[in-house]
């Protein structure tokens, strides 16, 4: 499985790998190498160590004038490294000329039009745009938004792009990442962000996770409660509670088959009371996106195996 392979290195590459050829100098020990040095699991001994310096560049001129690179990102295209031409001011925030101005509109005419190389470039510019956008929309982390963008290139090198929408495929992207990340996002979220049809970010993740062999976890009752409580404003023990809840109920078998969401929202309904926090189910129910007779049908379910 070369592409699970390919998909599982790129979402985390500070895992570290077998140097199975190398043998430790000193012990015949096993040797193991990360992005930062390579050394002997036996002795300890470190036989190399990285000395390049991946982080920005960062210099201060005399006459005050500091230089910074970025960070290379996944979530550009190009990586962040394709050049910005301003617009209104130069470098030191003077206003330009007109004719200054009229040229810099020109060069950024003609930087746009020769900015994509082929079309597969520009609908991984697009897809990428695509990504970010949603994940600004559900307020996920860089880490997070990083990650979907790396999932939408593996999806393109796989040529998985091809008879489908870019925009399915982004949103996909992005419930793939929560997914594999066990952060409780429901399709209902991504479709409202996505402003897409649910059959086709559905049918676009299954092939992602059919083709590239996606790492997803099940998705739990107990990942959704610390979510919902922190929308709730709920107290720490009543988070605490619902979680108790959740997990006894998950060990039993009696989540098989619900929906995550809602069986959370009856957990915190059911902690609330027992805390003396009086939520109504349909404040419950409206955090978790349910319906109030959900929350009722989980709660029986509760009460029945009294945990």
């Not at 140097?19 to 190498?33: K, L, Y």
């Not at 597969?120 to 963008?149: K, M, P």
């Not at 709920?234 to 979680?243: E, K, L, P, T």
């Amino acid at each position: 499985m070369a592409t699970r392979d390919i998909y599982e290195t790129s979402f985390d590459e500070d895992v570290q790998t077998d140097a199975e050829s190398n043998q430790c100098p000193e012990c015949d020990g096993q040797v193991i190498t990360n992005t930062v040095e390579t050394i002997c699991e036996e002795c300890g001994l470190v036989i190399d160590e990285q000395r390049i310096d991946h982080g920005p560049e960062w210099r201060e001129f005399d006459d005050g004038r500091e230089r910074t690179g970025a960070p290379l990102t996944a979530a550009r295209h190009d990586r962040g490294l394709s050049t910005e031409i301003g617009r209104g001011s130069d470098a030191n925030g003077n206003e330009l000329s007109g004719q200054k101005r009229r040229r810099l509109t020109r060069m950024r005419r003609e930087q746009t039009r020769g900015r994509f190389q082929s079309k597969a470039e520009r609908n991984l510019a697009h897809g990428l745009s695509e990504v970010r956008r949603i994940s600004s929309a559900l307020e996920l982390s860089e880490t997070l938004r990083d990650q979907a963008c790396r999932l939408f290139r593996s999806a393109q090198n796989e040529d998985l792009l091809r008879g489908r929408s870019i925009e399915a495929i982004a949103a996909a992207s992005v419930y793939g990442a929560c997914r594999c990340n066990g952060r409780p996002r429901t399709l209902d979220e991504i479709t409202e962000a996505a402003r897409l049809e649910q059959s086709r970010i559905t049918n676009a993740y299954t092939t992602l996770n059919t083709e590239l062999g996606l790492p997803a976890q099940p998705v739990t009752p107990s990942t959704f409660v610390p979510r919902l409580a922190s929308d709730l404003e709920v107290s720490d023990q009543v988070r605490q509670r619902a979680r108790q809840l959740a997990e006894a109920s998950e060990s039993t078998g009696a989540t098989t088959g619900v929906q995550p969401s809602g069986f959370a929202a009856a957990c915190l309904y059911k902690a609330g009371l027992e805390q003396g926090r009086w939520l109504t189910q349909s404040d419950v129910a409206e955090v978790a996106d349910v319906s109030v007779v959900t929350v009722q049908t989980h709660r029986d379910t509760l009460n029945e195996l009294a945990v």
